[in-house]
T-cell receptor, first 115, second 115 residues
Framework: AQKVTQAQTEISVVEKEDVTLDCVYE???????LFWYKQPPSGELVFLIR??????QNEISGRYSWNFQKSTSSFNFTITASQVVDSAVYFC????????????FGTGTSLTVIP | EPEVTQTPSHQVTQMGQEVILRCVPI?????FYWYRQILGQKVEFLVS????????KSEIFDDQFSVERPDGSNFTLKIRSTKLEDSAMYFC?????????????FGQGTRLTVV
């Protein structure tokens, strides 16, 4: 079973539109950590945000915001007023606190922002 | 800002040949990882390394793979006899702690092409 599901394979939006990338996770641990990474066309993985299972506060950082809801096991990522530079593949990842130290990545969502 | 560096950025090798992918983790980090990403697919965990030994490995990490930290700074992944299906982007990562809120910092990747 997939531990991290990103159901949206590809999304295209027009510049300045808002877009939300979905992430649903599955774990039996009560302590776990969620991450978002960005992979631009150049290929590297860029850390965006981390969140632990005890902190359900939503976070806003500039045009980026994250909505963590334990009730639905979701950790969604919203980009407001998208820009062409936001075009990338975005990965959601889970790290379980008690059963291992690896990151489980989702399959990624490829975002294209059209000028 | 400290970063994880990987060399080479691109390696082409013939099937059956040995390759060594090199990584220099962030200097005060203690936990090291290799992940791979087959083109267009998700990032998959290969192995984690702590205190000069493997702490966890996936099913992908079979006897053809080995890791080493020969000199306290470099962290290498060796593939003894490459197969066509080993073609992928290989990412090295390091973390300050193996669990908790410590994010993994990823290198820019080595694209391995087996021909």
């Amino acid at each position: 079973a997939q531990k991290v599901t990103q159901a949206q394979t590809e999304i295209s939006v027009v510049e300045k539109e808002d877009v939300t990338l979905d992430c649903v996770y599955e774990t039996r641990d009560t302590t776990y950590y969620l991450f978002w990474y960005k992979q631009p066309p150049s290929g590297e993985l860029v850390f965006l945000i981390r969140r632990n299972s005890f902190d359900e506060q939503n976070e806003i950082s500039g045009r980026y915001s994250w909505n963590f809801q334990k009730s639905t096991s979701s950790f969604n990522f919203t980009i407001t007023a998208s820009q062409v530079v936001d075009s990338a593949v975005y990965f959601c990842a889970l790290s379980e606190g008690n059963t291992g130290n690896q990151f489980y990545f989702g399959t990624g969502t490829s975002l294209t922002v059209i000028p | 800002e400290p970063e994880v560096t990987q060399t080479p950025s691109h390696q082409v090798t013939q099937m059956g040949q040995e390759v060594i992918l090199r990584c220099v983790p962030i200097s005060n980090h203690l936990y090291f990882y290799w992940y791979r990403q087959i083109l267009g697919q998700k990032v998959e965990f290969l192995v984690s390394f702590y205190n000069n030994e493997i702490s966890e490995k996936s099913e992908i990490f079979d006897d053809q793979f080995s890791v080493e930290r020969p000199d306290g700074s470099n962290f290498t992944l060796k593939i003894r006899s490459t197969k066509l299906e080993d073609s992928a982007m290989y990412f090295c990562a390091s973390r300050l702690r193996d669990r908790g809120l410590s994010e993994a910092f990823f290198g820019q990747g080595t694209r391995l092409t087996v021909v």
